[in-house]
């Protein structure tokens, strides 16, 4: 493992920084030594890392808009932090700039069951709301895989979505209002209860934003009925292309499942030494189809769902016959990280999202790919909505393992644009993905898109350098750009 890329603190922008913050601050609210800012350097891709100048904590909304007025004054660029499990290095911190951590802002502030909504500070975890409204027969529906640590303040930022995406939709369809403040320390009230308003949808703008044009204090979410029944349908197939063949069936037959997921063997084999859920280990892979509402809708969707997974070719299907059943069918599928984490040093998570038509084109391509970059890639797929997610295995400590994962991963957005996908589907772009931008949007569309950042933040203070390349750095990604062994970016720190 190489060194972490030192970046020199000047140290009396750092004293002038520290001075006006403790103006306000209390000391616990402040760290600037190495040591106590060392374990905000990166997220959850931590293949990047930087230690910020300065980490700020603040613990009310007063202090988070004097924060942001400082930084503004000063022209100190800001970085917002929630929990820390993003995928995409959006919370990487600067070496010049503040990290604005929300980790204490963790209140539930209102549950509301008549109207059906929960207010919130940005800080509370994605689990918790679930928690707190399930003695209201009550639950919050995104579900990501880390919703036992993230924050609903990162969904927000990333567009979340979960296991339970395909019906109940991501992060944007489930909140109604956002309180933020803008680096020069406005407060913007965004949203309402209604179904529409009049005037820009400024909610579903900030919804996905990555930090760069305010930073959230507080969201209201709509919460749903829990239901009367669920059942989940694993099916097994003994080629992959069948499986999702059968995704595309399920869609094509009028079901629109409350999820539906994939994972190859690779990632059921680490998923069932693991979790022992369940899994057949010796097919090419499975799907867990689930089915949500009354027992009478259940039954009978799962008997189409049976119906269908058997015309695709499913050589084992496998229905939960209980709640506890149900739930370990699903912990193997949201534990997948964490197995595939146990059977390699490292892992390079990419996410892409593509027409479910074309995932079995997809996985061949990643096959050829694993051939072409030496590396294995465990496939765990939110299938129903086309959003990947393989897992490229590396070793950081073997040479030049990171740069051929790195360019695996890239050859795999490109073919998710190449058959009419995206380069996201819920993780962001951070500055993981911010050359392949490049690639999927036209100069004036980029250029729309800093006039966008200009109208909030003019001086680009806010998360500089990520999630929307510079027009200068996707002509220098142009001329560069390689299908193997770039290194994409080269001028980031790294260990």
Not at 271 to 280: D, I, L, R, S
Not at 285 to 299: K, M, P, Q, Y
Not at 385 to 397: C, E, Q, R
Request: aromatic letters at 6%; proline letters at 5%; one cysteine or more.
């Amino acid at each position: 493992m190489t060194a972490v890329t030192e970046h020199p603190v000047d140290m009396a922008r750092q004293r002038e920084v520290v001075r006006a913050l403790a103006a306000f601050l209390p000391g616990r609210a402040l760290l600037h030594d190495r040591e106590d800012a060392q374990p905000y350097e990166c997220d959850g891709l931590s293949a990047y890392r930087q230690v910020p100048m300065v980490v700020a904590l603040p613990e009310t909304e007063e202090q988070v808009q004097r924060i942001l007025r400082t930084c503004f004054a000063l022209r100190v660029p800001v970085v917002a932090r929630g929990a820390g499990t993003g995928l995409s290095g959006g919370a990487l911190p600067l070496g010049n700039g503040v990290l604005l951590s929300l980790a204490r802002f963790m209140r539930i502030l209102e549950i509301d069951p008549v109207s059906r909504t929960a207010r919130l500070q940005t800080g509370v975890r994605n689990l918790a709301i679930s928690e707190a409204a399930a003695p209201h027969g009550l639950y919050y529906a995104p579900d990501p895989s880390s919703q036992i640590a993230c924050t609903i303040g990162g969904n927000v930022a990333e567009n979340s979505g979960g296991v339970h995406c395909l019906k109940y939709g991501l992060t944007v369809h489930n909140i109604l209002k956002l309180r933020a403040f803008t680096i020069e320390g406005e407060l913007l009230e965004i949203g309402g209860g209604g179904l529409d308003a009049a005037g820009y949808d400024l909610l579903a703008l900030l919804t996905g934003s990555e930090g760069m044009l305010a930073v959230i204090t507080e969201i209201t979410v709509k919460l749903l009925p829990t239901p009367e029944c669920a059942q989940v349908v694993m099916a097994a197939f003994d080629d992959i292309e069948k499986a999702a063949a059968a995704v595309a069936n399920v869609i094509a037959a009028g079901i629109v499942p409350a999820g539906l997921e994939m994972m190859d063997q690779p990632a059921t084999r680490a998923v069932e030494e693991f979790v022992h859920a369940g899994y057949p280990t010796d097919v090419a892979g499975i799907l867990l189809c689930e089915s949500d509402g009354t027992r009478e809708e259940v039954a009978d969707e799962i008997r189409r769902i049976q119906d269908v997974m058997e015309a695709s070719g499913a050589i084992l299907i496998r229905t939960s016959h209980d709640e506890a059943d149900r739930l370990r069918l699903w912990a193997g599928r949201k534990a997948a990280f964490s197995a595939v984490g146990r059977i390699s040093p490292d892992y390079y998570c990419v996410d892409g999202t593509i027409p479910r038509k074309r995932v079995g084109e997809v996985l061949r391509g990643i096959t050829e790919m694993e051939k072409t970059y030496g590396l294995r890639c465990a496939n765990v797929f939110h299938a129903g909505d086309g959003n990947l997610h393989p897992l490229i295995l590396y070793d950081s400590n073997s040479p030049g393992e990171l740069e051929r994962a790195e360019a695996f991963g890239g050859e795999i957005l490109e073919l998710s644009i190449k058959v009419g996908g995206t380069i996201t589907g819920e993780h962001g772009v951070g500055v993981e993905k911010i050359n392949y931008m490049c690639l999927q949007f036209r100069p004036a569309e980029l250029a729309a898109f800093h006039g966008v950042k200009t109208a909030f933040d003019e001086h680009t203070l806010l998360n500089p350098g990520k999630a929307v390349p510079t027009l200068a750095r996707c002509a220098e990604f142009g001329r560069m750009h390689v299908h193997t062994g770039q290194e994409k970016f080269p001028d980031l720190p790294r260990f």
